[in-house]
């Protein structure tokens, strides 16, 4: 690691507490058969810990100055590719693959953490789970419960998609270089899809969380309200409620009967 050169543009700053990385390795267990997508390995820090599956490993790093330290990792299991992960057309990169179950896995930089979430959302792979390093601000914000002010738009449709745990706090102290903020390893683990018209779910809890401080009365205005007032008070609920009150069963049987 001596001679390489950090970018501060691709957010590199590489683990370096060796407890951390056993539990984010830990927090899988996958089979031979099984497939593991690292994002953005680095100096290969938790790569070389995730070997000990004998999973397929496929690592997709954007840096191509990190060669020196990531082809050695590479044998008939552990390939690294080259490539920015959000150009990355998944289902077909995917089809390159034949394996059981799906486990991703990142330490990234945290400009990118939405984006590469929705990406993998949006790719509608099968994945059985994402381990992901979080600045700790953004897990209080997944983790929230209805009624706080962490409780946004992105807790509801994360949690639509994926049972949340938090695996460890991280001191900003167990990265080089450090960075200015503490972080949080979250797994998100794949609930099963529901029958639901997706696309305006997902535009109604936009809608609904548009002006955090206004009411749904107020947010959904272009919405027939007499229907969601219904619903919402069979859930405990009214129009006079703001979004930030309303729990995730709520919002889906709207979608299902509002
Ligand atoms: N995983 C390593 C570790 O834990 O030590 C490195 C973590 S560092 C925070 C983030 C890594 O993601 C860097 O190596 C960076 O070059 C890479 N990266 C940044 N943007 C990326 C992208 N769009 N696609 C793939 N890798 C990316």
Redesign the pocket.
Known sequence: MDNFRF?KR??????KNQDI?EQITNSISPTPKDLIV?????????TRKLKKYDSRLVA????EE?KPLLNPLEDEKTSIKY????EIDLNKFLNDYSYEKLYMI????YY?TTPIIEHIIDSRIPLESLTI?VQKEVADRFLAIPGTKEYGYMTVLLNYHFDIKKITDVSKKD?EPMPKVDSTVIKLIKKEEQDIDYDRFKQFLKDSFKFKRKTLNNNLKAYNREKIQKVLEDNGFSLSNRAEEIDLKTFIDIIKNG
């Open positions: 970018k691709y957010g590199q700053n590489f683990l990385i690292e994002i953005g390995p680095g100096g290969g820090a938790i997709i790093e954007i840096d990190t490539a920015d992960f959000l990142g330490n990234l930089p990118i390093m990265f």
